[in-house]
């Protein structure tokens, strides 16, 4: 992604580069690669959302490696759940690691929502009207 795909996309597309200017979010396997790879990358990313993180998600020290770079760098972190999804577990560890690594972040958990198509469509919803802001 690094070395072949974004600077790919900064060739071919009228994007503006750098680190304040690239998101990188996904669902279910994806939202916890968004969040290990954002994470893990925080000189490339500045908008990260991760919705219903798979069990793929790192934790501890492993999922923020640089977390004074991550503070100065990050513009937004979005983290939700539906409060009936299996994943739930998932979303609270790592809210609860970033809570206490003083990360800022957006924790959404939805009443009622599961692991499904009407949850995140609901969720990218107010993701999209954040990022880029």
């Given at each position: 992604?690094?070395?072949?795909?974004?600077?790919?996309i900064?060739?071919q597309?009228?994007v503006?580069?750098?680190?304040?200017?690239?998101?990188?979010?996904?669902?279910?396997?994806?939202?916890?690669?968004s969040?290990?790879?954002?994470?893990?990358?925080?000189?490339?990313?500045?908008?990260?959302?991760?919705?219903?993180?798979?069990?793929?998600?790192?934790?501890g020290?492993?999922?923020?490696?640089?977390?004074?770079?991550?503070?100065?760098?990050?513009k937004?972190?979005?983290?939700?759940?539906?409060?009936?999804?299996?994943?739930?577990?998932?979303t609270?560890?790592?809210?609860?690691?970033?809570?206490?690594?003083g990360?800022?972040?957006?924790?959404?958990i939805?009443?009622?929502?599961?692991?499904?198509?009407?949850?995140?469509?609901?969720?990218?919803?107010?993701?999209?009207?954040?990022?880029?802001?």
């Open positions: 992604m690094l070395q072949d795909l974004i600077p790919f900064e060739k597309y009228k503006l580069p750098g680190v304040q200017n690239r998101a990188i979010a996904g669902l279910s396997m994806g939202g916890g690669q969040m290990n790879f954002g994470l893990n990358n925080p000189e490339h990313f500045a908008w990260i959302g991760g919705f219903s993180p798979a069990p793929n998600t790192k934790r020290e492993a999922l923020l490696p640089k977390p004074e770079l991550t503070k100065s760098n990050l937004l972190l979005f983290l939700s759940c539906g409060d009936k999804d299996n994943l739930l577990n998932v609270t560890c790592a809210h609860e690691f970033l809570t206490k690594e990360i800022e972040h957006i924790y959404r939805l009443p009622g929502h599961y692991f499904d198509f009407k949850y995140w469509k609901n969720e990218l919803y107010f993701f999209a009207q954040l990022v880029f802001q």
